[in-house]
């Protein structure tokens, strides 16, 4: 157990889990009422797609300024700033849900500021886990933050469906405004320590190219974000079309909704808890390529579930291996990178993870459109069986670039 959990010996990391323990589990319950909404106005898979799309496409256009703005200004104030905006933007949402005056471009707006905020709030945040719990505990971290992540992941969805079922879409935007006040007053309350080294002196411009440059010039680093970015894009129509499974083929509703995605973060917390006993980066690559092919297989199952109990195990599997891929690379990127490049090659990561998904969620919602959302989901998963497949041949690399830090 102490092994386990030892990056939450530093009392910086402590607070951070606390808060995002709270303020995810809001996250999640906001994530269900989004697309629950949607669908209850619409019916269309291809509204559900561009709103998807809308609340990710930012992420993707200003994840390269965030990176920069990470690198040349304080991290924490970069995020407490941002998840007050994020705070704002779900007391817009109870609002206008509430008293019935929402429509779709106003989802679609609202969505684009969450999704501008994430673009500067994510790689700030992902660039002070080095600082809270030092280089030796970096891979530990990175595990437990994404353990939090899927563990609120589980519990939101499931309360989300619920809370949607019992009090309406706007009770969940209002319990996520709320929980984001304990996110912000642990990051108040923290004393991490930032090193400052005239990075600032080089033009905005120059700085934001050298960190291209320099992700360029590295294959394995190239090789990791190639894998990421083509699994986020392929196993997004699975996520965005999830409304469509639940309820046009199971007959589940909301709660059949909260239940497939409580059980991909049964999966996700399963799999993180397991990565994060693993102390030495040597392993990571085997990871991320198995979790990859796992991956696909979950999102064949997932594709062509006969029965509703068959689509959660392809909804666990997914879980499962996803999260250790993403955990996984997290750690080999933030072993190998220097830290003078930290906040843009983060953003660049981010923009994999989350900038993909509105290309993946447009797609799924017009391809879906034409051939079905089960044929959908199918080619998404082919899609990554196939980058998983590519990735193998540069593994060893990779390996070998973890292993020189």
């Given at each position: 157990?102490?092994?386990?959990?030892?990056?939450?010996?530093?009392?910086?990391?402590?607070?951070?889990?606390?808060?995002?323990?709270?303020?995810?589990t809001?996250?999640?319950?906001?994530?269900?009422?989004?697309?629950?909404?949607?669908?209850?106005?619409?019916?269309?898979?291809?509204l559900?797609?561009?709103?998807?799309?809308?609340t990710?496409?930012?992420?993707?256009?200003?994840?390269?300024?965030?990176?920069?703005?990470?690198?040349?200004?304080?991290?924490?104030?970069?995020?407490?700033?941002?998840?007050?905006?994020?705070m704002?933007?779900?007391?817009?949402?109870?609002?206008?849900?509430?008293?019935?005056?929402i429509?779709?471009?106003?989802?679609?707006?609202?969505?684009?500021?969450?999704?501008?905020?994430?673009?500067?709030?994510?790689?700030?945040?992902?660039?002070?886990?080095?600082?809270m719990?030092?280089?030796?505990?970096?891979?530990?971290?990175?595990?437990?933050?994404?353990?939090?992540?899927?563990?609120?992941?589980?519990?939101?969805?499931?309360?989300?469906?619920?809370?949607?079922?019992?009090?309406?879409?706007?009770a969940?935007?209002?319990?996520?405004?709320?929980?984001?006040?304990?996110?912000?007053?642990?990051?108040?309350?923290?004393?991490?320590?930032?090193?400052?080294?005239?990075?600032?002196?080089?033009?905005?411009?120059?700085?934001?190219?050298?960190?291209?440059?320099?992700?360029?010039?590295?294959?394995?680093?190239?090789?990791?974000?190639?894998?990421?970015?083509?699994?986020?894009?392929?196993?997004?129509?699975?996520?965005?079309?999830?409304?469509?499974?639940?309820?046009a083929?199971?007959?589940?509703?909301?709660?059949?909704?909260?239940?497939?995605?409580?059980?991909?973060?049964?999966?996700?917390?399963?799999?993180?808890?397991?990565?994060?006993?693993?102390?030495?980066?040597?392993?990571?690559?085997?990871?991320?390529?198995?979790?990859?092919?796992?991956?696909?297989?979950?999102?064949?199952?997932?594709?062509?579930?006969?029965?509703?109990?068959?689509?959660?195990?392809?909804?666990?599997?997914?879980?499962?291996?996803?999260?250790?891929?993403?955990?996984?690379?997290?750690?080999?990127?933030?072993?190998?990178?220097?830290?003078?490049?930290?906040?843009?090659?983060?953003?660049?990561?981010?923009?994999?993870?989350?900038?993909?998904?509105?290309?993946?969620n447009?797609?799924?919602?017009?391809?879906?459109?034409?051939?079905?959302?089960?044929?959908?989901?199918?080619?998404?998963?082919?899609?990554?069986?196939?980058?998983?497949?590519?990735?193998?041949?540069?593994?060893?690399?990779?390996?070998?670039?973890?292993?020189r830090?």
């Open positions: 157990m102490p092994k386990l959990f030892r990056a939450l010996r530093h009392r910086d990391f402590r607070l951070y889990v606390a808060g995002q323990i709270i303020s995810l809001g996250t999640w319950m906001q994530s269900l009422a989004l697309s629950w909404l949607v669908y209850r106005l619409t019916k269309s898979t291809l559900m797609g561009t709103v998807g799309f809308a990710h496409i930012p992420v993707l256009l200003l994840g390269p300024l965030g990176g920069l703005v990470a690198d040349r200004f304080p991290r924490r104030r970069t995020v407490i700033l941002m998840q007050g905006l994020l704002g933007q779900a007391l817009a949402m109870a609002a206008l849900t509430y008293t019935g005056l429509e779709v471009w106003m989802i679609t707006l609202l969505a684009m500021l969450m999704g501008a905020c994430n673009a500067f709030e994510i790689p700030a945040r992902q660039s002070l886990y080095v600082h719990v030092g280089r030796e505990d970096l891979p530990n971290a990175i595990a437990l933050n994404s353990m939090t992540f899927n563990a609120a992941r589980v519990v939101g969805p499931s309360l989300g469906g619920f809370s949607v079922a019992l009090f309406g879409e706007a969940c935007f209002l319990l996520n405004a709320i929980s984001f006040l304990a996110v912000l007053a642990c990051f108040v309350a923290m004393r991490v320590h930032e090193p400052a080294d005239g990075r600032e002196q080089q033009s905005p411009l120059e700085h934001l190219r050298s960190g291209f440059v320099y992700v360029h010039h590295s294959k394995p680093l190239r090789a990791l974000l190639g894998l990421t970015a083509v699994m986020n894009f392929s196993s997004a129509p699975a996520l965005v079309l999830g409304p469509v499974f639940a309820d083929i199971f007959h589940r509703g909301s709660q059949g909704l909260g239940f497939i995605l409580g059980i991909f973060g049964i999966g996700a917390v399963v799999g993180t808890l397991a990565l994060a006993n693993e102390t030495s980066v040597e392993i990571m690559p085997r990871i991320v390529n198995l979790s990859a092919l796992g991956v696909g297989v979950g999102l064949l199952i997932f594709a062509w579930a006969p029965v509703y109990e068959v689509l959660l195990l392809g909804a666990l599997i997914g879980g499962f291996c996803t999260m250790r891929q993403l955990a996984a690379t997290n750690s080999l990127i933030q072993t190998m990178i220097d830290d003078r490049y930290r906040g843009r090659v983060m953003a660049l990561y981010t923009m994999t993870v989350v900038g993909m998904l509105p290309l993946g447009f797609t799924a919602g017009a391809v879906a459109e034409h051939i079905g959302v089960r044929w959908t989901v199918c080619l998404g998963g082919l899609f990554t069986l196939a980058a998983a497949a590519a990735f193998a041949g540069a593994r060893r690399e990779v390996q070998e670039a973890a292993l830090q």
